[in-house]
């Protein structure tokens, strides 16, 4: 059996094997959501400016004050950020609103993928948004679940697919998705621009939450207020 696992494993990586690349986590700006769940903070990502930018200017305005997370899919992501959920009526389908414009997709592939605790921007299907431009408020927080190497060898041709031949989860993929859980099979096709990094125990609580046939809690998920912190190097 651990021989058999063995195989698989590096069957694997001689199959989709490509460089495992790093990134500098230093220096990036925090975002505080005090919900009444808990607390979950948020570091930006640099290589995603409009998205980092646009993200801070919506909460240093209040645009996230009052708003729900609206969408709670179990093993998969918790969503938030639409501004008609505001006060919405149990029963409302929310998912549609927004501030107005969507943003250009900074797709950071391979540094940037859907473990879990990752943030990226929802936004509408392919077929009427072929450019993939995010919403421009709407968020998700990836939940997920466990994938050994050969169940995240599965993925690889549905996300080959998608993206075009561009996805190839390499072994500091396969590693993350083995240790912590996510949804590799959305790598490539949102833009994932910043990771929780205090609070995931707040998303697992969400998580447990029961729900309506729309995915909306049947308990409201608030957040209170959203609050722009000190970037991690100490600057505004």
């Given at each position: 059996?651990?021989?058999?696992k063995?195989?698989?494993?590096?069957?694997?990586f001689l199959?989709?094997l490509?460089?495992?690349?790093?990134?500098?986590?230093?220096k990036?700006?925090v975002?505080?959501?005090?919900t009444n769940?808990?607390?979950?903070r948020i570091?930006?990502?640099?290589?995603?400016?409009?998205?980092?930018?646009?993200?801070l200017?919506?909460?240093s305005?209040?645009?996230?004050?009052?708003?729900?997370?609206h969408?709670?899919?179990k093993?998969?992501i918790?969503q938030?950020?639409?501004?008609d959920?505001k006060?919405?009526?149990?029963?409302?389908?929310?998912?549609?609103?927004?501030?107005?414009?969507?943003?250009?997709?900074?797709?950071?592939?391979?540094?940037s993928?859907h473990?879990?605790?990752?943030?990226?921007?929802?936004r509408?299907a392919?077929d009427?948004n072929?450019e993939?431009?995010?919403?421009?408020?709407?968020?998700?927080?990836?939940?997920g679940?466990?994938?050994?190497?050969?169940?995240?060898?599965?993925?690889?041709p549905?996300v080959?697919?998608?993206?075009?031949?561009n996805?190839k989860f390499?072994?500091?993929?396969?590693?993350?998705?083995?240790?912590?859980g996510?949804?590799?099979?959305?790598?490539?096709q949102?833009?994932v621009?910043?990771?929780v990094i205090e609070?995931?125990s707040?998303?697992?609580?969400?998580?447990?939450c029961?729900t309506?046939?729309?995915d909306?809690?049947?308990r409201d998920?608030?957040?209170?207020?959203?609050v722009v912190?000190?970037?991690?190097s100490g600057?505004?």
């Open positions: 059996m651990v021989m058999e063995c195989l698989v494993f590096l069957s694997f199959c989709f490509v460089p495992s690349f790093s990134r500098d986590k230093e990036r700006a975002v505080r959501l005090e769940m808990g607390v979950i570091a930006l990502n640099d290589d995603t400016p409009v998205h980092r930018d646009n993200f200017k919506l909460v305005e209040g645009f996230y004050d009052g708003t729900l997370f969408r709670v899919i093993d998969y918790v938030g950020g639409d501004p959920s006060g919405a009526p149990s029963g409302t389908v929310l998912g549609k609103g927004g501030p107005g414009y969507t943003l250009p997709a900074e797709i950071d592939w391979p540094y993928y473990v879990r605790g990752a943030v990226a921007m929802a509408d392919d009427v072929p993939r431009r995010s919403n421009g408020s709407q968020f998700y927080i990836v939940w679940k466990y994938y050994t190497p050969s169940a995240l060898q599965k993925v690889q549905y080959w697919e998608q993206t075009g031949g996805v390499n072994y500091e993929h396969a590693t993350k998705y083995e240790q912590y996510g949804t590799p099979n959305l790598d490539g949102f833009t621009f910043g990771e609070g995931l707040v998303v697992k609580k969400m998580q447990r029961k309506d046939a729309t909306r809690p049947l998920i608030v957040i209170e207020r959203a912190e000190e970037s991690l600057n505004k």
